[in-house]
């Protein structure tokens, strides 16, 4: 869903019925196939979506959302442990450690089996007609958009960058590290539904929330695969250490390349500048 298909005069109801199609379509094609390429985007679709959700909440039936967020949930949940395994498998194949392909190979099984319950899954939540109906029963409130964004998005800003300040902190932690990653997603996600009513000018913006995203999510990446390491520490100890250390030292040359840009291009001026932008949807 863009902004070139999507008109500035939709409705909530509009925006997430084309949501939820976008989603039907990229699950569909990851009960197929559910590569890595698959797996990423059935999870953008879902966060997507589940921001519609949440900013728009006032409109939809409060039952119906919260019913097809939590099996969203479930299903993001388990596309999270695939893309943990794809990319714990890409990172052991670029450390150049030696003898690190019985690991890998031992990745690639668990990684079969999770998909096949993967795939599975997706089948079972084929109802995205009837998720739209349910949403569209008893709308409570005929919400604007422009409206909606004018009264959100300045707050999500303001609280967008006292996060990456924390972020972008030398005594910040990899928790913290965390937490800013999952805000700034959502910050962009949220963004992105009002496309349509900001035109060309927020998608030059958005080109830093995205900068910053990569470079979060190449961060946690490190993190995710120590972790998931040591779940295969049994019968591979020396490996998982010389591969967990190697990844300690990357993580933290990208958390510096990370604070260095944040400071760079994210300072109180930018604050300013993105929340008086935000507070007033162009006049069509």
Partial sequence: MTAATVSPAVSPLEIASALLDHLANEMRKA???PDSDAVHDVRVAIRRTRECLKIFAPAF???AARSIDKKLSKVLEAAGELRNLDIAIELLKASGLPKSGELIRELGKDRLSRAADFSEALEELDIVQKWKSKLAGKEKENLQPADVAQE?????AAGFFE???SAADPAADSKTLH??????????????LFAPQYGPTLEKRMEVLKNIQTRLGN????????????????????LVDQAK????????TQVRAFRAYWHKSMDQAQRDTWIEYLSHVPTP
């Avoid at 959100?152 to 999500?156: A, D, M, Q």
């Avoid at 961060?219 to 020396?238: S, V």
């Fill in 31 to 33: 009960a197929k196939k």
């Fill in 61 to 63: 039936p409060s039952r």
């Fill in 152 to 156: 959100t998005l300045p707050g999500l």
């Fill in 163 to 165: 996060a990456g300040q």
């Fill in 179 to 192: 937490k800013f990653r999952i805000r700034s997603k959502k910050f962009r996600y949220a963004l992105e």
């Fill in 219 to 238: 961060i946690n990446d490190c993190f995710a695969t120590q972790a998931l390491l040591d779940e295969y520490r049994k019968g591979h100890k020396p």
């Fill in 245 to 252: 250390e190697k990844l300690a030292k990357k993580a933290l």
